[in-house]
């Protein structure tokens, strides 16, 4: 009776603090439309400085508390609204959570670089050596504080929102800012409020999970998921049913892992503690299939912008070419550790490969990239040790079932319960099946990363073996290649307009009659199967991979790097693998582990000013080259001349890449002062490049030419329009 006392305040503990950061969360969703992400890092924020106040600097933990609170929290929310959060209007849902991602992995980095991570912290509970006595139960006032607090902060938020009129504003803003205009609220004053008080929600969960946890930066702000299940739950507007969910969530995880994974007397106990351990998004998952089928709506897609360009076989023949012919040029000028190290850079331009058709044509965000790639690999290790080609065959058909399964549970959902329903599959994943112990079916034995040391032997065929560094790198560049021409051909039939016109409108896409839930496994399934393929050259590339190489949170640099360059655009994927598993200046100064997490949250912070990623602006800052041929040999010839005298050893390689630099540079900015007359609208190109491709490319919010009416006229068969006085010139 004792034991159950105590798992029952434990877990009503842990219910409060759930209850807490599923509120703050339910709010900012509910009052602004915006599902933060990174709400689970403003928590680990909350820690870190409430540790810093008390430990480090030795001020009372009640001060320390109130000032994270009532000082950094609304600091924050402040912040956050001001910077980043206003300029999401007119961006897709997709475009929305991928900024919070970004910003979930800035938060962490920065975490990381202000507090070593190696460096164990412990924080001391409130009321210390303070405890009451229930039925003979020691409960430390901690304990009991919690739970009260989460009590009076569901009361405190549905006073605010129910009886206040600043509530009953935030509220109405996010069902209709014009008619919340009219009626004279400030809808900019009501989404400051909606994140000031949220981020102060999220400061005091902080500080009550502090003397809980292990202080460890990315396990606070992946406590979101598990919050996740309880704002679900109360479908993210229902702040009682959300505390319900908190409480029912709670209790399990501390029932389960009081009686089940702890007590080794039970029968596959082993087996059970990882589930414990995702008990709540096991009930994210279940809770996202009971959920009624989301109505099809169509307005928002009228106010996007975003763009999707059809890839041409001329360009993505000339990318392939340069990418085997590339590597086989930077191959010899790379030492063995920075070989061994760019060996890993096609297996992950393979995986945000893969992101292109799902993400960028189709419009269906799954956040679980590395899962399907840990899939692909385990796969190749098991069904060919011997390292046959024949394995990649293997790895894609096996990734493309797992991933029709994936979304045939998720088929019923859009948009962010998609995304949910992914990452709840790739944390379960992560914190169970891939670190089960070794288990027999049907008299089988399975064992899926070999206790973390999971071999693959690198590729051989006739004639090739693909086992050392340089032959891989290769090998690499010419599986990405060809993928590239796969996903082109995708793109350029009939199939890739389906995808392109449910991304475009849903609405319209089910009144054609045609089957939205068929494309969308199709295309999850064809997603999965380039993942695969990416997992298993990934895993090759390490050769005995460990299952945190294909970790959730890694997953998400993934994402959000291919969306930052471009999702849309196929070349974008290159970008993503050189920038994640390149050597960059963290290689010179360990110090900046950080840094390539905190550029990728700074560039996808900026994804609000431009949805369409680098692809589009790198396009159009190229495109004057093409006529200024002259430009384009000089060029080239300096780039030959360059490489072959860091060849001969005559100039070093941070000469010959300081070369390489500044030809990028400058190759564009003198074909474009060749090229253009003075005046000339940079800006009209970026915009032209949506517009120049064809008619069923997303985005045609800016003025049409004479030329790009002609071009829609012509791809429709209809007779050349007659244009006359100031439309003749663009309207």
């Known amino acids: 009776m004792h034991q159950f006392i105590g798992f029952t305040i434990s877990g009503l503990v842990t219910a409060g603090i759930y209850g807490i950061v599923a509120c703050g969360l339910t709010l900012t969703y509910t009052t602004t439309g915006i599902f933060n992400w990174a709400h689970g890092s403003f928590v680990a924020i909350g820690a870190f400085t409430y540790w810093q106040l008390t430990v480090s600097w030795g001020l009372p933990e009640p001060v320390a508390a109130i000032a994270c609170v009532l000082v950094v929290g609304p600091l924050l929310g402040l912040v956050l609204e001001r910077g980043i959060m206003h300029r999401l209007e007119g961006t897709s849902e997709a475009i929305r959570m991928v900024v919070t991602l970004a910003l979930l992995l800035g938060v962490v980095a920065g975490i990381n670089w202000v507090w070593d991570p190696a460096t164990p912290r412990h924080v001391t509970e409130l009321f210390a050596n303070h405890i009451v006595t229930i039925s003979g139960q020691r409960i430390p006032y901690n304990d009991v504080l919690v739970i009260a607090v989460a009590l009076a902060v569901a009361l405190a938020l549905r006073l605010l929102l129910y009886r206040l009129r600043a509530g009953v504003e935030m509220r109405a803003s996010v069902d209709d800012r014009t008619l919340t205009t009219l009626v004279g609220a400030s ?27 292990t202080m460890s930066s990315s396990a606070l702000a992946l406590l ?81 912008r975003e763009v999707s360009s059809k890839p041409t076989w001329h360009g993505s023949g000339t990318l392939a070419v340069v990418c085997v012919v590339g590597t086989l040029a930077l191959a010899p000028l790379l030492r063995p550790g920075d070989l061994n190290t760019m060996s890993k850079v096609w297996g992950l331009a393979i995986i945000a490969l893969s992101l292109v058709p799902l993400v960028g044509y189709a419009g269906r965000l799954a956040v679980c990239p590395l899962t ?27 990734t493309a079932a797992v991933g029709a399964l994936v979304s045939l549970s998720a088929i019923r959902l859009s948009g962010l319960y998609l995304a949910l329903a992914t990452a709840a599959f790739a944390v379960m994943m992560d914190g169970w099946i891939f670190k089960l112990p070794a288990f027999t079916i049907f008299g089988h034995k399975f064992d899926l990363f070999q206790g973390g040391n999971l071999s693959i032997r690198r590729f051989r065929f006739p004639g090739v073996d693909t086992a050392s560094d340089h032959a891989f790198f290769v090998f690499g560049a010419v599986v990405f290649a060809v993928l590239v021409l796969a996903v082109t051909a995708i793109r350029r039939s009939e199939f890739g307009l389906r995808l392109i016109a ?11 009659g045609l089957s939205q839930r068929l494309t969308t496994v199709a295309v999850f399934a064809l997603s999965a199967a380039i993942a695969g393929v990416g997992g298993a050259v990934f895993g090759a590339a390490f050769q005995q991979p460990s ?14 790097s291919i969306v ?65 041929r002259a430009v384009l040999i000089v ?59 064809d008619p069923e490319d997303l985005g045609w919010l800016v003025p049409m030419t004479e030329d790009d009416l002609v071009a829609v006229s012509k791809a429709l068969d209809l007779p050349e329009p007659t244009l006359t006085g100031a439309a003749s010139h663009g309207a």
């Open 224 to 304: 979101i998921v598990n919050a996740y299940a309880a704002a679900v739950i109360g479908r993210l507007r229902s702040l009682p049913l959300t505390f319900l969910g908190a409480l029912v969530l709670g209790l399990a995880n501390d029932y389960g892992q009081g009686y089940l994974g702890s007590d080794p007397t039970i029968p596959a106990s082993q087996y059970l503690i990882g589930m414990v351990n995702v008990l709540p998004v096991i009930v994210l998952f279940i809770v996202l299939q009971l959920l009624p089928q989301s109505r099809l709506r169509g307005g928002r897609s009228l106010r996007v």
């Open 635 to 693: 060029g080239f010839a300096a780039l030959v001349t360059a490489y072959a005298l860091t060849l001969a050893d005559v100039v070093s390689h941070w000469t010959f890449a300081g070369v390489v630099l500044a030809l990028v540079i400058a190759v564009p900015l003198i074909a474009r002062v060749i090229t253009e007359p003075a005046g000339a609208v940079v800006e009209r190109d970026r915009q032209a490049d949506a517009l120049s491709a």
């Open 372 to 398: 399907f790639g840990a899939i692909g690999a385990i796969t190749i290790a098991h069904a060919t040790p011997g390292g046959s080609i024949v394995g990649l065959l293997y790895a894609a058909a096996v």
């Open 564 to 628: 930052i360059l471009g999702v849309g655009s196929i070349g974008a994927s290159i970008g993503a693998g050189m920038f994640l598993a390149g050597p960059t200046l963290a290689n010179l100064f360990p110090s900046l582990t950080q840094l390539s997490s905190a550029l990728i949250a700074t560039a996808g912070i900026n994804l609000g000013k431009n949805p369409n990623g680098a692809a589009v602006d790198t396009r159009a800052q190229w495109r004057p080259v093409l006529q200024a």
């Open 187 to 213: 809808v900019k004053s009501t989404a400051t409020r909606a994140w000031i008080v949220s981020c102060m929600l999220a400061m005091l969960a902080g500080v009550l999970i502090a003397p809980r946890s």
């Open 502 to 512: 449910l991304k475009d409108s849903q609405v319209a896409f089910a009144t054609l």
């Open 547 to 560: 299952p945190d190489v294909f970790t959730f949170f890694n997953g998400l640099g993934v994402l959000v």
